[in-house]
């Protein structure tokens, strides 16, 4: 992250915090290499968790608002911002102030960086996460009443948006290559984070396709 340059963000250094927090998201999400420009993203599920898909990023009082009610209660009072390791950009972190200021600036970096950076709240655990799918697409996870506090809506009312969305995109056989790759992605990942919702504890699911699997997605 340091590449990017930050004004507000912390970024941390120290290889023992590092490992700490390493641990602490792959708890929830995983980023593994396929081949070297390939990677996965593996969303793993956690007990009493729901994962819902927006095309917009949570309003930055919303986040603020839902850690000062919880800071009394809890341990994971730190927010960090998170670039997973891909294209041989290592796993970096950095703190994140609970400001406006500090969120606006990690969200500047989310346009700025193709490598699906994170967000969460929490130390040896996170008690919730939005993860930067690509530009303006989103997934955010936890519990049903965190989620849809940062969401502002009903899990159910951002799952509707969000097939609207992927509906909108032309998926007959007169359709642009484009248009079709699209709808085939949004909808693979719409039915990875419905299953989500009843998965095991620990269950794995891959939210990530490339091309070839896009090529077959499409052929049936």
């Known amino acids: 992250m340091n590449h990017l340059g930050t004004k507000t963000l912390q970024i941390i250094n120290d290889s023992e915090k590092l490992i700490q927090i390493e641990r602490s998201i792959s708890q929830v999400i995983r980023s593994e290499p396929k081949s070297a420009l390939i990677r996965d993203l593996i969303l793993i599920k956690t007990a009493e968790w729901i994962a819902v898909p927006t095309l917009s990023f949570p309003n930055f009082n919303l986040i603020l608002e839902y850690q000062s009610q919880t800071q009394l209660n809890t341990d994971n009072k730190n927010l960090y911002g998170v670039i ?14 609970l400001s406006s200021e500090g969120i606006q600036e990690f969200y500047s ?4 960086s193709p490598f699906s950076p994170v967000l969460f709240s929490g130390d040896q655990k996170p008690n919730w996460m939005i993860i930067c799918m690509e530009s303006e697409f989103y997934i955010i996870v936890g519990t049903f009443e965190t989620v849809e506090h940062l969401l502002g809506c009903t899990y159910a009312e951002a799952f509707r948006h969000f097939r609207t969305f992927i509906n909108g995109f032309n998926r007959s056989e007169s359709a642009s290559p484009l248009s079709q790759r699209f709808y085939t992605y949004y909808s693979f990942v719409n039915s990875q ?3 989500y919702q009843q998965a095991s504890t620990g269950t794995e699911l891959l939210l990530t396709l490339n091309d070839d699997d896009l090529i077959k997605a499409v052929i049936g």
């Open 84 to 97: 997973l390791p891909i294209f041989g950009i290592p796993f970096s972190v950095c703190e994140v102030p």
């Open 193 to 195: 984070l419905e299953k």
């Open 109 to 112: 970096i989310l346009g700025a």
